[in-house]
């Protein structure tokens, strides 16, 4: 028999018990679903993620006290001086700008709204380091610094939730902790970011924040520095120097560095391979939803053999032989988690589609990605577990005495 | 009587089949031996637990006897395997049960296909079906299904199936017995005209005295002995 005509033979049989059939589809269709949908999120995290970190700039370093296992005990805390040690341009050739800061958390106030956003002491060059643009007003300047001025850059976020706009607001005086601030310009938006939202954060100068907001137990003491290399390609050069310069000025022993530098490429890998999991996560799940929909062809497979047992009997006795009794079988099942297979991507696809609407109304910029790998990831998983499943019964089936089987009420 | 291989489409010699049930054996055929010519019309008797089922699934090649040989249309068919049994079935044995085993959802015209579409040969299948159904007189009812047709056009629909590949030996397990006596009459004229004009060799096995009546010869068995063969 050909597969051609058992195609058909199994479409027909399939379509004589529809009610059954559909139920069993519906199992690999959940499955199938699940998967596409979950790898589609997991994508489209990834992708939302990745495309934020490089938006930041690929060339970007950060460099913060104590080292990544918190092994070494008492680290010497980062100070300005380290920051400027880092400016160095015989030292650090592959520096193009350092930009210390302190960071913390403070309440900001105008009239009777409140909010608490990140508060960054950030000096100049902090605005080429991160690459920040102003959507009005003027950035901090050498003279504020020297002045230790009561000025402030409000994120956009921030701007909103204080004045309900982002705009005109220059010239306002803000209060910080209670301590009158004027506001001296608007950060651009950049949307969310991987360390949070980006926008919500207000900018005040480092002096400022040293001797006003953020106090620490030593006066010159900065809480990370952020550093900008020349070029993407010398971010590893860029980090060997920073950690030169360090370890001599730290006296640390070798391998023992009290300090930890973090590049941009780094934070990429790290957070691809946690998207990576993630997504291997999720899928494993959905993936356990299409094992039990398997499970359940299985089930009605079995059902249908016992069923169709003088069937199987009468082809037999007809001269159909062992082969053409499995194919027969398989076949159905083989069709059934196709049917279920095609279906289940639609329907996944459209949950994907779905989550991206329900992400960008609730203002998160996130597309799901339905990538070409997983329907047919999806495909091949599901025709597997339609011949898996279906092996079984299909054997059952195929290995019938004729005499037995015509004998079965 | 001729016993040279050439007239006889059947020859056993010898069968015998036991049944392990567990511990207990059965022995259903005792070393049974006969002959049956080419054309011939010949029905199998015998009480329930004779061993006439065995004899009539050995002859069907549904089952291998334990021992003795048995050729079938000058094949030898008592040590094949289940697929080149499936073959010999195919190509040599026509069925008709008693129940009339046809597929419900198919149409008679698919039922009576189903024989050719495992034979490999897919040439003129339609045609041969088509034909098959005329030999049987449903020509007119080739596109009903089971459900639509009657006891009696059911086990047409069978008969059709049943020599739509030109076999040498049409079983007939029973065939009128799911009918009421006037439509089994009509089957029993069915079966032997079809005889009389294809020279098929029918064999019928039955309990009814007055279904043997019209067979040319009767093979009585008792206790899986051979009885009488005349």
Known sequence: ?409 | MGFNTMSNVIEAHDLSKIYKMGEVEVQALRGVSFQIGRGEVVSIMGPSGSGKSTLMNTLGCLDRPTSGEYILDGEPVASLNDDQLASIRNRKVGFVFQSFNLLSRQTAITNVELPLRYSGNSDGRRERAIEALKAVGLGDRMTHRPYELSGGQQQRVAIARAIVNNPAIIMADEPTGNLDSKVGKEIMSLLLNLNKESGTTLIIVTHDPTIAEQTQRVIRLRDGLLESAS
Request: hydrophobic share 45%; aromatic share 6%.
């Open chain 1, 1 to 409: 028999m050909s597969l051609g005509q058992a195609f058909l033979e199994a479409l027909e049989s399939l379509s004589g018990n529809k009610l059954r059939s559909g139920l069993t589809v519906l199992g690999i269709v959940i499955g199938v679903a699940a998967v596409i949908a979950m790898l589609a999120v997991g994508r489209g995290a990834e992708a939302s993620i990745t495309g934020s970190i490089s938006g930041i700039g690929t060339n970007l370093l950060f460099v913060f006290r104590g080292d990544p296992g918190d092994n070494i005990r008492n680290p010497k805390p980062l100070t300005t001086e380290d920051a400027n040690a880092l400016r160095d341009q015989f030292a650090a050739p592959s520096i193009a700008a350092v930009a210390p800061a302190l960071q913390g958390e403070a309440t900001v106030s105008f009239g009777g709204e409140q909010t608490a956003p990140q508060l960054f002491g950030v000096t100049p060059d902090y605005f080429q380091v991160r690459n920040l643009n102003l959507a009005e007003g003027e950035m901090i300047t050498e003279e504020h610094m020297l002045g230790r001025s009561s000025v402030v850059l409000l994120g956009p976020e921030v701007a909103v939730n204080l004045f309900g706009h982002a705009d005109g607001i220059t010239g306002e005086t803000v209060r910080i902790e209670g301590q009158p601030f004027r506001v001296i310009g608007v950060l651009e938006s950049k949307g969310g970011g991987a360390f949070g939202s980006e926008d919500n954060q207000v900018l005040v100068p480092f002096t400022t924040a040293q001797t006003r907001l953020i106090r620490r137990t030593t006066s010159n003491r900065v809480d990370i520095i952020f550093v900008q290399a020349v070029s993407g390609d010398v971010v590893a050069q860029a980090t060997e120097e920073i950690a030169q310069i360090l370890r001599t000025r730290h006296r640390t022993p070798v391998g023992e560095d009290d300090f930890t530098i973090f590049s941009q490429q780094d934070l990429l890998t790290t957070f691809q391979s946690i998207t990576g999991i993630l997504t291997v996560f999720l899928g494993g799940i959905a993936g356990i939803s299409l094992l039990v929909g398997g499970i359940g062809i299985m089930n009605i497979m079995l059902v249908s053999v016992t069923e169709r047992t003088r069937e199987i009997g009468l082809r037999k006795a007809l001269g159909a032989r062992r082969r053409d009794i499995l194919i027969q079988f398989l076949t159905e099942s083989s069709l059934l988690s196709l049917i279920g297979g095609i279906i289940g991507i639609l329907f996944g696809w459209l949950i994907s589609v779905g989550v991206g609407q329900l992400a960008a109304a609730s203002g998160t910029a996130f597309t799901p990605l339905v990538g070409m790998d997983a329907v047919l990831l999806a495909t091949l998983f599901s025709a597997a577990v339609g011949l898996f499943f279906g092996i079984y019964p299909a054997n059952r089936a195929a290995s019938l005495e004729p005499v037995e089987a015509l004998r079965y009420e």
